[in-house]
Each structure stands twice: as structure tokens, then as C-alpha cells.
């Protein structure tokens, strides 16, 4: 074979092979193209109008709040109760009954302790013909003479006979009216005895169980205004507020004691 031939050969067998790399070359970039489009195509898939991933949380988080039912408005049963007209309207009666009794206890207390005050008066009633249950204080003065006698100075003449008559019955120990002239008592007042103090305490238990009456009356009444009995969820509520009152009274009552022993 000539020099010529063998070279035309290699050129042939050359091109062959860059023939067929350039055909594989093709293909495989064809599929690269391909496989490109394809991963393009489902990068580029739309979401869903108007949600993002933020927004689908947001979305079922709001869901999911919409389905509860919100603490912040909720009120506990204990201050909606409290608040009611009712209660309201007890809790006063109640506390003006105790004050009553407070006061009445602290004249027991002065007496008990041998002070004497125009003060160991204040439980008189006068009854008088036009009236009823008018307050000593009222009608006539109450002053005090060298520390051991009260004087009472009505203010009209006609009167002195009603005032002298409501001290006796006010039933106070150790207490005695006497007349000095048309229009003024002395009611002298001795040193408190054993005696005397636990007369002044058996007073005060008898109007302890006066006030623990009323106070017991009033709290069915409001029982049964708000339908409520021992069965339901809601009585121990009312019930703290009888208790409450009930204990202020104990706690006076046991002052009393421990002053009058």
C-alpha cells in the first residue's frame, strides 16, 4: 500500500471517530437540556393562590385560635358573683347589721371598763307620743359630772318623763335614773363588779344571737333569689360571705370576753 493510501486511511478512520464522538456529544447534551426543562418545569410549579407557607401557618393557627373559645373575656365566677346586684345589696344589709353590733359592744366594752361617757347611753330608745325609738341624743344632752355621774338635760320639760322611763327600760346593769329637777336626770354610775362584767357579756351573746339571726335570714333570701342551693357549683361563694361576717362576729364577741374577764 502506498504512502498515499495509509494516510487517506487514518484521515477516514479520524473522521469516524470524531463523527461518533460528535453524535454522542449531541446526545448527551440533548439530555442534559432535557433533564434541565424537566427540573426547571418543577421548581417553577405554582403554590396555591395567595397562601405561602407563612401565610397556610398563619391560616391554621387562626384556625385553630377560631375553634377555642378566648380567656381574656372570661370573668371568674367568684368576682361575677361578687358584682352582682344581689350580693351587693346583702354584703351591705350584712355589714350595716355588724356595725351596729360593734358599736353596741364598745359602750358594753366602756362600761365594762369603769370609763364613764355619754357613750354608755347610746343604747336608749326614747318612745315618745308623736314618734318611736327616737336616740336620747336627740331630745336632750348627756354630760359628765366628777367622773362617776351622767347628767341628762332634755330639751323640752314634757319629754323628761319618756326619757326617764326608756333609761329603766333600756335594762342597762348597774343603772339607775334619778330626777334632779323638771328637766334634767342624773343617772349615777358605779364601778364595774365581777358581777357587773358578766352581766355586760351576757348582754352582748344575746345580741350576737340576734345579729347571727338576721344575718342568716338574709342569706337565704339571697339564696333563693339567685336559685341556688348546697348542690350547686356556686354555693360555696355565697356561703363565704355569711361565714365571713359570722367570723367578724365571733372575733367582737371574743374581744368583749377577754375585756369583761
Request: hydrophobic fraction near 35%.
Amino acid at each position: 500500500m502506498s504512502v498515499v493510501a495509509s494516510v487517506a486511511r487514518q484521515r477516514l478512520a479520524s473522521s469516524s471517530l470524531l463523527c461518533t464522538s460528535q453524535i454522542q456529544c449531541r446526545h448527551l447534551a440533548a439530555r442534559r437540556i432535557v433533564a434541565t426543562a424537566q427540573q426547571a418545569r418543577h421548581y417553577a410549579k405554582p403554590a396555591k393562590k395567595g397562601k405561602g407557607k407563612e401565610q397556610d401557618d398563619a391560616s391554621n393557627h387562626g384556625k385553630k385560635q377560631s375553634k377555642g373559645v378566648s380567656t381574656d373575656s372570661l370573668v371568674p365566677a367568684s368576682q361575677r358573683i361578687a358584682a352582682s346586684p344581689e350580693y351587693k345589696g346583702t354584703e351591705g344589709k350584712m355589714q350595716g347589721v355588724l356595725d351596729w353590733f360593734r358599736k353596741e359592744v364598745a359602750a358594753l366594752e366602756t362600761r365594762a371598763t369603769g370609763r364613764v361617757t355619754p357613750a354608755l347611753l347610746s343604747p336608749v330608745r326614747v318612745m315618745l307620743p308623736n314618734a318611736s325609738g327616737v336616740r336620747l341624743e336627740d331630745i336632750a344632752t348627756v354630760g359628765v359630772k366628777e367622773g362617776t355621774t351622767l347628767l341628762v338635760t332634755v330639751f323640752e320639760e314634757h319629754s323628761l318623763k319618756y326619757v326617764e322611763q326608756a333609761i329603766y327600760e333600756a335594762k342597762l346593769p348597774g343603772i339607775t335614773p334619778q330626777r334632779v329637777d323638771s328637766r334634767t336626770i342624773k343617772v349615777p354610775i358605779p364601778k364595774p363588779t365581777v358581777e357587773t362584767r358578766n352581766a355586760l357579756y351576757t348582754t352582748a351573746s344575746r345580741q350576737a344571737e340576734d345579729v347571727r339571726v338576721q344575718m342568716r335570714k338574709l342569706h337565704a333570701a339571697l339564696l333563693k333569689k339567685a336559685d341556688v342551693d348546697k348542690r350547686s357549683p356556686d354555693f360555696a361563694i355565697y356561703q363565704g360571705l355569711s361565714d365571713k361576717f359570722m367570723g367578724e362576729l365571733d372575733k367582737i364577741l371574743a374581744h368583749l370576753k377577754k375585756a369583761t374577764s
